[in-house]
């Protein structure tokens, strides 16, 4: 895979493009309310979530036109990918099981951290699909459209890493308008480094984007199901299973850089 295969893309001007098109949210987020939403966030973060596949929209259509439109929103099921059903195991039990270990540890120490609104089981099923289509608007962005041309030219960490930055200042606004402590803002940003690697990670074993969205919305279930257990709070498991994984990768780069000497 090499970065000429990718040279149509522009990932700096799709992190750009995400804030503007995001901006005038953030402005009308303050004079819309709509109470008992999940992790007690802003209503137009539902609406927010399709930034990204916005600016990867205008930015594919640019430069390849419909058809390039249509294969990135193809990209939305693109479940045949997946090299073996094996892989759904991490995709749909993985957040659920960081979430748990969070909220047994957090009972096990007695650490209490600001809650949020639990949801129901019947308002779990009921947001099921929004949680699916807001990854959905994200995913075709952060992974589909800019995850390639990064990890081809830097490698998967860094790629990682580059896009956490802008993924957790997009999310800032929204982590601070639903009452986060400075505390959860930190471990906000430590669980968005944490998040991106495991999907860049996800992504590059299955090379399925729908992988990814179903991961991503599994995330936002898991962290709305548990009061006591922001979605912050996963931070530390988070960063612990990305160190694993970037010890993988690391491991194999030196292996591909023996074989070829």
């Known amino acids: 895979m ?56 205008i ?28 892989w759904y195991v991490p995709t749909i039990l993985l957040m659920p099981a960081v979430y748990l270990f969070t909220a047994a540890v957090l009972w096990l120490t007695d650490l209490r951290l600001p809650g949020q609104p639990a949801l129901s089981p019947l308002a779990m099923i ?41 993924w957790w200042a997009w999310h800032l606004y929204s982590i601070i308008s639903s009452g986060q402590t400075k505390l959860l803002v930190v471990l906000g940003f430590v669980a968005t480094v944490g998040f991106r690697v495991i999907y860049v990670w996800l992504y590059g074993a299955t090379g399925s984007v729908a992988s990814v969205i179903i991961l991503h919305a599994m995330t936002n279930v898991s962290a709305s199901y548990h009061p006591a257990v922001p979605t912050s709070a996963a931070g530390p498991a988070l960063i612990l ?14 292996a591909s850089e023996l074989n070829a000497s």
């Open 59 to 86: 930015l594919t259509g640019r430069a390849t036109g419909r058809r390039g439109i249509r294969d990135l929103l193809g990209r939305a099921v693109d479940f045949g990918r997946m090299p073996a059903r094996r």
């Open 126 to 166: 009921a947001f099921l699909p929004v949680f699916v289509l807001a990854a959905t608007g994200e995913e075709l962005g952060w992974t589909a459209y800019a995850t390639d041309p990064l990890r081809s030219r830097y490698g998967p960490l860094a790629a990682s890493l580059i896009i956490a930055l802008p």
């Open 241 to 254: 299973i990305a160190a694993v994984i970037a010890a993988g990768w690391a491991v194999r780069r030196r």
């Open 2 to 57: 090499t970065g000429d295969q990718y040279s149509e893309r522009r990932p700096w001007l799709f992190f750009v493009l995400v804030f503007v098109l995001s901006l005038p949210l953030y402005l009308l987020s303050p004079f819309v309310h709509v109470a008992g939403l999940p992790k007690n966030g802003p209503a137009l973060d539902f609406v927010g979530a399709f930034m990204p596949m916005t600016a990867a929209v």
